[in-house]
Each structure stands twice: as structure tokens, then as C-alpha cells.
């Protein structure tokens, strides 16, 4: 059996696993109060040139994602996403059962556009405030649900108006390795605090047990968030997990080089199905791979293939999603394309 479900279902890159098992004896300071974490975030803080970044760690997407949303905003305010935007799908109402309303707009290619935002802002503003909430955060995840990236104009016309309109700008990096490793790819890391109030760097998806790391660069967030972040069950008693992990990955770009890998596979997918004639749902330049195939060759795939179903197409066609992990052989590439 291949597996092109998820790039998170494997363990741990061995130098991840290296790291955990040298360090495994030692005794530290717990809540991410330890020298590993300490040291991750000042890795974090100088590969992302953001020296007075706050850099927080936690184990998972959708409990960075809802903690740090819910400590950035008011009762009455609300976030933005894109209807395919994973707080809006995928979390189960995480960031609203906190109390904040996910207000969507309509995707192109997967990603917010200025227009979007702007309209949305507009409609919660008509002349009657306190009667509707008030748009106050944007989010944005890239790469997308859909496998596309922001360019670097994209993310600074959306910076640009969410100064005019008032609003945070969050960025969900969970796949940022396989976002800023593509052939779109215009951004630097560099580009993300100066662009961002506050940004994710996935880890779980990009060779981790688990982790993902959130920066927040506005210093008007950064008080009191470790208050948030224990209510929302996100301070790990074993906190330095998480910065012995990070600590690995940062090490020599070894997170962008898994992210360049887990693309070159897809890369291949996509070249493959391309050379024999298959329509895509999404063109992804990242580790997500969209094909429209037949019913019937969902079928026959299943039996030696795992992968989602994304979306029907029509009554004899669906398109599915392939995603390559950094840890896909290259024999699971080759074999999925001779099946189809």
C-alpha cells in the first residue's frame, strides 16, 4: 500500500528522532521554559529576521490556530478567511466555538483577494455599527487548501489594506516549507514578520512528531498571550518536545530541504498526469496534487493507494487530492502514475 493521504503520517525526520532520544534523560524546566525552547526561538527570531518577535510553541494547527485567533480578538470581533480556509472547514468551528465568528469570502485559486476583503469590510460596516460583528483579523494560510501560494505582491496588497481597513494579518504556515520551496514562490522568510502580525511555522506536516510554532510580530498581541495559551490546553508540561524537535529542524534549513523534497515529488506527480492528459481541480505548484479521475478509477486506485476525495466534478468524475510527504519514496511516485 502508497500512502499520498497526508504529509503527516509518518514519525519523526531521524534527525528529529536523533535529537529526542540524545536529549531524551535530561531534566529541564517544563512549559516551554527550558533551555531547547530558548534556544529554538532565537533560531526562529534569526532565520525569520524578526529579533523581537514574540515565538510561542504548540503541538497542533488547529490549537494554534484557535488560541492565538481568540487571544488577538475582542468578543464582538470576527476573522476573515477564504471559504476554503481551514478555520472555516476544517477545524470544527474551533475558532468559533471561542466565541468569534469565521466570516468567508469567495476564494480564487484558494487565496483572498483585496476585492474580497474589501467588500466583506464593507458590508459589516453600512452605517449601523454594533449590529453585526466587526471584521477584524484576515486569515490566510499558504500554502493553500488548495496548493497555491501568495506572491510576494498578493501578500503586500493585502498588508496594505489591512492597515486601511484596521485589521490583523495572520498567516497559517503549516505547510510554509512547501509554500516558500516552490517554483512560484517569490517570498522569503525574511518577507513574513515585516508582512504578517503574527505567522505560523508548521512542523507536523514537515517532518515533526508533532509542533507547530507561532510568531507573533505586532507587539500590541505579544502581553499576556501565555495566559491564552495554557486556557487553551496549548502549554505542553513537556514543552521542551517541542524546542528540541524545532531546534533539529531549524538546523542547517534542514525544514526548507523537506519542503523542497516533498515538491520535487509532486513536481514529478504532476508532470506525469500532465504527459497523459488528466484535467486538474487546482493547479498546486506545492506538495497537494488535484486530478479529476473517473469514478471507477477511484475505485480501482484504492486498493493499493490511500487519498482523500476533495470535491465531484460530475456524475462519472471527481477530483481527488494526492499530497507528497518528505517522506514519500520515489518507488510510491512511480507506481501511482504506471496505475493510471
Not at 458590508?123 to 501568495?150: F, I, Q, R, W
Not at 486498493?303 to 518528505?326: G, M, Y
Request: include cysteine; charged fraction near 20%; charge should be negative.
Amino acid at each position: 500500500m502508497y500512502h499520498f493521504r497526508n504529509d503527516y503520517s509518518e514519525g519523526a525526520h531521524p534527525r528529529v528522532l536523533e535529537a529526542l532520544i540524545r536529549t531524551n534523560l535530561e531534566s529541564t524546566a517544563g512549559y516551554g521554559e527550558d533551555a531547547y525552547c530558548a534556544a529554538a526561538a532565537a533560531a526562529i527570531r534569526t532565520r525569520f529576521g524578526c529579533p523581537s518577535a514574540a515565538v510561542h510553541f504548540l503541538v497542533g494547527g488547529t490549537q494554534t490556530n484557535f488560541t492565538a485567533i481568540s487571544a488577538f480578538l475582542r468578543p464582538w470581533e470576527a476573522a476573515v478567511a477564504a471559504d476554503t480556509g481551514h478555520i472555516a472547514v476544517h477545524e470544527t468551528g474551533a475558532v468559533e466555538a471561542r466565541g468569534h465568528k469565521v466570516i468567508t469570502v469567495p476564494h480564487q485559486n484558494g487565496k483572498v483577494t483585496p476585492q474580497a476583503l474589501r467588500e466583506v469590510c464593507r458590508e459589516h460596516d453600512a452605517g449601523n455599527p454594533g449590529h453585526m460583528v466587526l471584521p477584524k483579523l484576515l486569515y490566510l494560510s499558504d500554502s493553500t487548501e488548495l496548493g497555491t501560494v501568495y506572491t510576494k505582491g498578493e501578500l503586500e496588497a493585502l498588508h496594505r489594506l489591512c492597515r486601511q481597513l484596521n485589521l490583523y494579518l495572520y498567516l497559517d504556515g503549516a505547510r510554509l516549507a512547501a509554500a516558500l520551496t516552490c517554483k512560484e514562490n517569490d517570498l522569503t522568510p525574511e518577507d513574513l514578520p515585516r508582512l504578517c502580525d503574527a505567522f505560523t511555522m508548521g512542523g507536523t506536516k514537515n517532518g515533526l512528531l508533532f509542533g507547530e510554532c507561532l510568531v507573533i510580530t505586532n507587539p500590541a498581541l505579544m502581553p499576556n498571550f501565555r495566559f491564552a495559551l495554557k486556557q487553551g490546553g496549548g502549554m505542553l508540561a513537556k514543552g521542551r518536545l517541542l524546542g528540541v524537535q524545532f531546534g533539529a529542524l531549524l538546523e542547517d534549513d534542514l525544514w526548507l530541504a523537506l519542503g523542497r523534497r516533498e515538491n520535487q515529488l509532486a513536481a514529478r506527480l504532476t508532470q506525469g498526469l500532465q504527459a497523459k492528459g488528466y484535467a486538474f481541480y487546482a493547479q498546486s505548484p506545492t506538495n497537494q496534487v488535484f486530478p479529476i479521475l473517473t469514478k471507477t478509477q477511484i475505485q480501482s486506485l484504492q486498493t493499493d493507494f490511500t487519498f482523500e476525495l476533495t470535491a465531484p466534478v460530475d456524475e462519472s468524475r471527481d477530483a481527488v487530492r494526492f499530497v507528497t510527504s518528505w517522506a514519500t519514496p520515489d518507488e510510491a511516485v512511480e507506481a501511482l502514475l504506471q496505475a493510471l
